[in-house]
């Protein structure tokens, strides 16, 4: 499904979605289409250190929903893929000698895979897809499950699905509190 939305459209239907209708598949081509679109994100130097881990088999999707912490098991039921975020640590941010170019370190690696998952999530409500950003997950036994290799750094867990529910649009700040004009 693409029927030409506006960005501003796109970002409207967007929501963080915690009931899914599990009757409903998600194509391993329309994984592939999100992802491949979240691949035109800036990165450091083009580095393109983040990495996705795309579980669509619902054995270990049953297994990587254990893996969630506090109630997001069980906002996750009906979805289709677990997409495990992760990005190779130590070389967004660093020079060649392996030394931080600032003070901000690998966090310009999650700046990176950030940018990036923004993109997977604009992409994913244009196809028609829902999703939900996990950030309460147990990262060992995420790592364990999936075999992770140890030089990347796991964060978010992003879930994929159709929506059953139609939830309303969190309040946002008033420009003037997050903009400062100079
Ligand atoms: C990094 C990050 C981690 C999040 N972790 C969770 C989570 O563990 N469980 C959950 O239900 N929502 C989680 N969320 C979703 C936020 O609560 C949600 O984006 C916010 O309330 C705004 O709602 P909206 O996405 O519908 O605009 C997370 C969002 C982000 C960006």
């Not at 963080?16 to 081509?29: A, T």
């Not at 059953?164 to 700040?173: L, V, Y």
């Amino acid at each position: 499904m693409n029927s030409a939305k506006t960005l501003d459209e796109i970002a409207a239907v967007r929501r963080s979605i915690r009931k899914y209708d599990g009757s409903k598949d998600v194509s391993r081509e329309e994984l592939e289409t999100i992802i491949r679109f979240a691949q035109e994100a800036p990165s450091w130097k083009n580095q393109q250190t983040s990495r996705y881990h795309v579980v669509c088999n619902p054995d270990i999707i049953a297994k990587l929903r254990e893996c969630l912490g506090g109630t997001n098991p069980q906002k996750t039921e009906g979805t289709k893929a677990l997409i495990v975020t992760t990005f190779r640590r130590n070389i967004v941010g660093f020079n060649r000698e392996g030394v931080p170019d600032n003070e901000v370190g690998n966090g310009w690696g999650f700046y990176d895979l950030g940018l990036q998952n923004a993109y997977l999530l604009l992409k994913a409500a244009e196809e028609g897809l829902d999703t939900l950003v996990i950030g309460i997950r147990d990262e060992p036994s995420i790592r364990a499950l999936l075999n992770i290799p140890e030089d990347e750094t796991i964060a978010a867990v992003i879930a994929v699905g159709h929506r059953a529910e139609e939830p309303q649009r969190p309040p946002r700040k008033e420009l003037e509190k997050i903009a400062t004009f100079y």
